[in-house]
Each structure stands twice: as C-alpha cells, then as structure tokens.
C-alpha cells in the first residue's frame, strides 16, 4: 500500500547543537493509529510538528500524501495545516472567548465555510451535546480534550496528529478519550499518537520508539512478525489495517 | 463567513474589556488634545487675532513725501475698492491742526466719529460720542487743564476764524488722543480753511490676512499715500500669533507620541498574552495575513471608537477653553471629526500592526509547545 507518510533520514537541530531528529526514516499507512513513544524530550514532539508542517526539518525528505512538503512554501504549508492535519495537543489550546461550538466553527472557518449544524454535531459525537454553548472555562479538562478532538476532526482531515493527548487527563477522561480514538480509527481516519504511556500506545497498531532522537531498532525476537510487512522500523502490536 | 469574522471579534472585544477600554482611552486622550489644538488653531487663533487687532489701527496713510501736507478726502474711495475692501477691518480720516482754545495751543482733530468708534472700540467716552457738527469730544487732559465739563461751550480759534463747540462727551483712550480735542471732520474743514482735506487716515486690517499683502494692495491703488506700518502693534500681534502656534504644534506632537506609545505598549502586552490564541490559529490554518487582519480589523475598532470620543472630547475641550479666555463659545471645526478619527485610527492601525508583524515571526510550534 503506498505509504500517507514517509520520511526519508529526517533530522533537526536546534540552534545547531541540540539534535532532536536524528535520520529518522518511518512509513505510516492510510487508515493505520500509530503511537510514538519514548522519554521526555526524545524528540516526538518535534516528530509530530514536522508532519504538521509546523516546524522545517534541518535536513531529510517528508512525503505526506505523495508530496514532499520539507520543499512547501509558508503559504503553502498554511494551506496543508488546514487541509491535511488535524492537532490535538497535550494542554487543550482552545480560544477562551469562543463557545466549545464556536471553537470547532473556527477551524471550519479558517478551513472553507462555518457550518454550525455540522459542528453541533461533531461535538455530539465525542458526548457533549449538552454543552454547545459553554465557555471552556466552564468545561473540565476531558471535556475540553473533547472540543479539540472534534475541532481536530471537522473538516476529515487526511491525518490527526495527538501529542500526549491524554497527559493532562485522569483515568476516568482518558478512558473515554481513548474510546473515541477506536471509533474514529474504526471509521478509518489515520491516527499518530504520541505519548509515553505503555498502556495508551499498545491500544495502537504499532509503537514507533524514539530516543534521542532515533528511531529505536526492532527488537531481535521480535523480527519474525515483520517478515509480512513493510515496516521494518517498527513493532507491529496487532494487525488489523482496513484494506 | 462575514458572520464568523464579527463573531470572533465581538467576543473577543467583550472577553477583553479592560485592556480594550484601556487602548480606547489612550486613544482618545491623542485625539483629544490633537482635535483641541486643531480647534484652537482654527477657532482660537482667528478670535485671538481679532482681539488683538481690536487693539487699534495697524496701518497709517500719510501724504507721500513731496506730495504736499494734505491728502484729498475724495480718494477715499481706493479704500472701498473691491481689491482691498476685505482686507481691511475698517479706516478713519482725520484733519489735525493745531488751534487756540482758551488761549493754550492745542491739537484739534476733525474725524468721522463712527467711524473712529469702529476703528477705536476702546476708546472710552464719558458723556456720550458727539452727533451734530457743533459737538465736540475732549480729550480727559485738556477737560482737567481748561476746566471743561459736559454741556461747556468751546471756542477754537485757527488764524483768523472761529467756530464754537459744546462739549458732548470727555475722551478717554490711556494714549496721546486724551491731549487732545475732536470735532467732526467738516467742521475742522471749514475751521481751518482745508476743504475736502486730510492729514492721515488710520486703517485696520482684518486678521485674517497678510499685513505686508494690504500694505502693497494699498499702495497701488492710492500711490499719493504714504504707507505706514504701527510696528508696535502689528509685530507684536504677529510675533505672539506665531509663538502660540509653534506651542500648540509642539503640545499636540508631544501628546500624540505619548498617546501612540501608551497604544503601543498596551497592545503589545495583549499580543504577547495572546500568542497562545494567534499560535494556535496559524496551527488551525490560518495564514499570517488572516491573523493580522483580525488584529487589523480590532484595531480600527478600537481607533474608531477612541477618535470619536477623543473628537467629542476635543471639542468639549475647545469649549471649556473658549469660554474661560473669551467667556463664549468657539465654533467647532468641521474638522473636528475627520481629525479626531484620523489620528485614533492611525495610532491604532500602526501600533496593532507593529505587534501583529512581531507576533507572525514567533513560530506556532514553539508557542504551542507549552512547557
Ligand atoms: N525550539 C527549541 N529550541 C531548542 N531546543 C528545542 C526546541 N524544541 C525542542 N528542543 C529540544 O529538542 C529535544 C526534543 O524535544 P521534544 O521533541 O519536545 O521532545 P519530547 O516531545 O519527546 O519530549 C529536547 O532536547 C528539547 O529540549
Ligand atoms: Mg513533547
């Protein structure tokens, strides 16, 4: 199946010395919830900004759906940010003054046309129907977890890029965050979750591990599941990518 | 779309009142103080200049140096004519000689008396201004030295003629008209055998116009008169009109630079507390130039709203001014609004884009990053 996301040696340094990517080459299937895993600062969250088209690698190749957007424009990684990825972040970044409704809306804005019905009904979808019209302030943390998931997910985006998704949130909330995850893996949206959690990335269908900066090779006894597929830098947990 | 766009910004304007109400005011304080001088400039100055000139005649016609003692009462008219007429506030002729009058030698004037009323509005009478041909004005010295009081008859012996005068009304003006007694013009004619004559002729000239423009005007049309500056008067007048309008310019720089700067370090405080929002915008997909225009669009909210309080304001300003200097109301400017906007949307417009330029450079990923 040709690849949505492969990156070829990508690394980026930071002010020339701190090597937070070093040559990582992964590939990432339609449809397939990859989790990236590894210590505090080995690298994910750099990772998960290059394939957001938010930050510019130092060096390497990135090919999201069959361009390589290391070669993009600001204009036109705007125009990728909006069309091709959604964000979830650890601390839910939502706009203080916008209702959870308004703040799904925003990304519909900047994306092409507001649709308030559709937006209603995203946030239905991940169990806050009763709360369209409250202020984050008056929303718990899952909760507005929840708003930046349906935001995330408005305009079917080709990826959901989520950096430590559920940090911030007790069991009870990261349950339910995680149950959505499912349903919309089910559905077959392409999900990249970073996180450090053993038990939140091995509900993924693979761990991409990182530490300083590399890709963590596979583990020898592990290598006779590979021999089918075409990861070879990665641990394949269950196989189940829709095809 | 449209929709979304005032959504956005209404919400955003009422979640942050108190630095909104902040940036409105210093805004207004510019535009006040801009709109004020402006007023005073335009409304002030003008009355000022009219006070001032109210001082008296600036300008003396004299015969021109080999020309002969006497000017003919006839030209007059060059006065009227349509190329000085608006340049001049008002003029009076005079017929001076010097006569006998209770055996002293003593300068006697013959005039238009509205004229001089007009010319002269300082000029205080006691009694009242003469009406008829047999009347005649005393200057306060000459009263005092010849003992002369209202309803006294005066005699003024010139050569070998005579007329006799009552006296309507005792002349005060603090200057060398209280030596000396006035009569009307024809009256002095006929006293000293000079017909048709006159010695001077004092003009105004309005305050609106260029003294040195009049003078050349002047000289043109009626070249048998000699052209004579009131230096005193008219430097001074011009001096002083210069130097407030140098002070004002200065006041409403100053002010502007400092309302600008209170703007600017307001709406950098709130750019720099909201780049979490403007990250997370540009994160969504919004382009550098979306952002900005929604930081553009507050902007000019905020600079309309400042510059038509500041313009009210202003005015209100001006008023208190007015009335506490010249104790009435000053018309205001139609200049007033534009004005008043013009600045609160510039200072705004250019501070709040400043900041929106600083803010795109910071990169979304680094913000949002959160540690
Ligand atoms: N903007 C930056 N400037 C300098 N160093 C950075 C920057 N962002 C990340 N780093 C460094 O890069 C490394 C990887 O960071 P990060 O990707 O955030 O790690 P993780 O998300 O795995 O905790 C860390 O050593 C971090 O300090
Ligand atoms: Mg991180």
């Known amino acids: 199946m040709e690849p949505l996301i492969l990156s070829h040696e990508l690394s980026k340094n930071y002010n020339g010395k701190v090597c937070a990517l070093d040559r990582v080459s992964l590939e990432i299937c339609p449809g397939e919830w990859v989790a990236v895993m590894g210590a505090s600062g080995s690298g994910k969250s750099t990772l998960l900004n290059m394939i957001a088209a938010l930050d510019l690698p130092t060096s390497g190749a990135l090919w999201v759906d069959g361009v390589d957007i290391v070669t993009y424009t600001e204009e036109e990684r705007v125009r990728f940010r909006r069309e091709k990825v959604g964000l979830i972040f650890q601390h839910f970044y939502l706009i203080p003054y916008l209702t959870a409704v308004e703040n799904v809306m925003l990304a519909q804005y900047f994306h092409s046309m507001p649709d308030k019905g559709e937006a209603e009904e995203a946030l239905r979808r991940v169990g806050l129907g009763e709360r369209l019209d409250s202020l984050p302030s008056e929303l718990s943390g899952g909760e507005q977890q929840r708003v930046c998931i349906a935001r995330a997910f408005i305009n079917q985006p080709k990826i959901v890029l989520a950096d430590e998704p559920t940090g911030n949130l007790d069991a009870t909330n990261e349950e339910t965050i995680m149950k959505i995850f499912h349903h919309l893996h089910r559905a077959g949206h392409t999900l990249l979750v970073v996180t450090h959690d053993p038990h939140i990335g091995q509900q993924a269908d693979r761990i991409i591990e990182l530490d300083h900066g590399r890709v963590v090779p596979v583990v020898s006894s592990q290598r006779s599941f590979l021999k089918n597929t075409n990861f070879t830098l990665s641990i394949p947990i269950k196989e189940k990518h829709p095809t | ?371």
């Open chain 2, 1 to 371: 779309m449209r929709e979304m766009t005032w959504q956005i910004l209404l919400a955003s304007l009422r979640y942050r009142k108190g630095p909104i109400a902040g940036s409105v005011c210093a805004v207004a304080l510019g535009a006040t103080l801009v709109v004020a001088a402006v007023n005073l400039r335009l409304g002030i100055m003008g009355r000022l200049a009219g006070e001032l000139r109210n001082y008296g005649a600036n300008l003396l016609l004299v015969p021109q140096s080999g020309t002969g003692p006497f000017l003919n009462e006839t030209q007059l008219h060059n006065l009227e004519d349509s190329r000085v007429k608006d340049r001049l506030r008002g003029y009076v002729p005079f017929l001076y000689s010097v006569v006998k009058i209770r055996g002293r030698d003593i300068v006697l004037g013959g005039t238009l008396f509205t004229a001089a009323k007009a010319v002269h509005p300082w000029w205080q009478v006691e009694g009242r201004w003469p009406r008829e041909k047999g009347e005649a004005l005393v200057g306060l010295n000459v009263a005092a030295k010849l003992g002369l009081r209202l309803g006294d008859p005066l005699s003024a012996v010139y050569k070998s003629s005579r007329l006799t005068f009552s006296v309507a009304g005792v002349l005060r003006t603090g200057g060398s008209e209280e030596h000396q007694v006035f009569v009307s013009l024809e009256s002095a004619q006929q006293l000293t055998g000079h017909p048709g004559l006159l010695t001077s002729v004092y003009v105004s000239s309005s305050a609106t116009t260029r003294l040195d423009e009049t003078v050349a005007a002047l000289r043109k049309l009626w070249p048998e008169a000699g052209v004579r500056t009131l230096l005193q008067v008219a430097e001074a007048e011009e001096k002083l009109l210069t130097r407030l309008e140098i002070f004002l310019g200065l006041v409403a720089l100053f002010v502007l630079l400092a309302s600008g700067l209170s703007v600017f370090s307001t709406m950098t405080k709130e750019a720099l507390e909201r780049k979490v929002e403007l990250a997370l915008m540009r994160a969504l997909g919004a382009g550098a130039r979306e952002v900005a225009w929604i930081f553009a669009c507050e902007a000019a909210g905020i600079g309309v709203f400042g510059g038509i309080l500041g313009s009210a304001l202003g005015v209100l300003f001006t008023e208190m001014i007015g009335l506490s200097v010249f104790g009435s109301l000053v018309y205001p400017s139609l200049m007033s609004l534009p004005t008043g906007l013009g600045i609160g949307l510039g200072v705004s417009l250019f501070s709040s884009l400043w900041v929106a330029k600083r803010i795109a450079r910071l990169a979304p990923a680094v913000v949002l990053r959160g540690e």
